[in-house]
């Protein structure tokens, strides 16, 4: 599947900003199955500064300095990227989850170095005791790693409400978890920490999601959004991704732009300013087939 994606960030200031430095995460990644033909990235003001490289996690990042007196700024950026579908793995023929728990266990392999560090706390994220009973609900006793995480992503859909308006990016998972209702960034988050409260590894990933209207609507154009979904690391196949807000396994419907460890890691577009004020964020996504 072929897609044209243009995400655009729009600030307004109430008061004059005299210098801002910029990142942007919003360039698609490439991989097996997903290519990116084509990428522009347009900054209005245009920026004094520009720069990309890859972060440690291997995604790029555009940093960028605006040195002139502005009240707006505009980010846009246009892709264009094929996803190729991907046949779901058999689950229950992945290892059992206390095995590979044990292999994430000190001393670790050289095999397993890389995705160890997805194990481990993380700025926004920590294992607890309250976060492993509630993945245990999934994992009993020679459970296939895969079955185990495919039912804690069913479980996470059924037991949280999608709520737009119940949580902030600064709102904490155990709120998320007291409330039972957030966004797909939570339910992310919450898939992430229950897995490594079990001791498997799990990051977050940031990108797009194809959505259809309602049948008989018109597509709305700019009426998408960014998604979020994790992925666990399964010994015999890689990483392995699961959608807990949609309650599936991505396929050719999903494009991945970042990942990390958790949000904090692949935020879209971060940065300071001077002066400014109180401001403005407007964010349109538009994901077109075609």
Not at 88 to 106: C, G, Q, T, Y
Not at 158 to 167: I, N, R
Not at 184 to 193: S, Y
Not at 235 to 254: A, M, R
Request: hydrophobic residues 40%.
């Amino acid at each position: 599947m072929n897609y044209r994606i243009i995400h655009r960030t729009a600030y307004d200031y109430p008061e004059p900003v005299t210098v801002s430095h910029h990142a942007a995460r919003v360039k698609p990644r490439t991989n097996v199955t997903q290519q990116r033909d084509s990428w522009e990235l347009v900054i209005k003001p245009e920026p004094a500064l520009r720069k990309m490289r890859s972060d440690y996690f291997g995604n790029r990042v555009c940093f960028f300095s605006i040195q002139e007196i502005h009240e707006q700024l505009e980010i846009t950026a246009t892709s264009v990227v094929s996803v190729e579908s991907v046949t779901p793995p058999a689950v229950s023929l992945s290892l059992v989850w206390e095995r590979v728990a044990a292999m994430f266990r000190d001393p670790v392999s050289p095999e397993v170095v890389e995705p160890y560090q997805f194990c481990f706390d993380s700025p926004l994220l920590r294992a607890s005791p309250e976060l492993a009973d509630y993945a245990r609900q999934s994992f009993s006793k020679e459970t296939p790693m895969l079955a185990g995480v495919l039912d804690l992503n069913r479980r996470i859909c059924a037991d949280f409400k999608y709520d737009p308006v119940a949580t902030t990016v600064a709102t904490p998972l155990e709120e998320v978890l007291a409330k039972r209702r957030g966004v797909c960034q939570d339910f992310a988050h919450l898939g992430i920490a229950a897995l490594r409260s079990l001791g498997l590894p799990a990051r977050y990933v940031s990108g797009y999601l194809r959505t259809r209207p309602p049948e008989g609507k018109e597509r709305l154009i700019g009426a998408d959004a960014s998604h979020a979904w994790f992925s666990v690391y399964c010994p015999d196949l890689g990483w392995v991704d699961f959608d807990p807000t949609n309650d599936l396994i991505p396929s050719d419907e999903h494009i991945t732009v970042a990942y990390g460890r958790d949000f904090s890691e692949v935020t879209p577009l971060c940065g300071i300013i001077t002066g400014g004020g109180a401001h403005e964020v407007r964010v349109s996504v538009d994901v077109k087939p075609i």
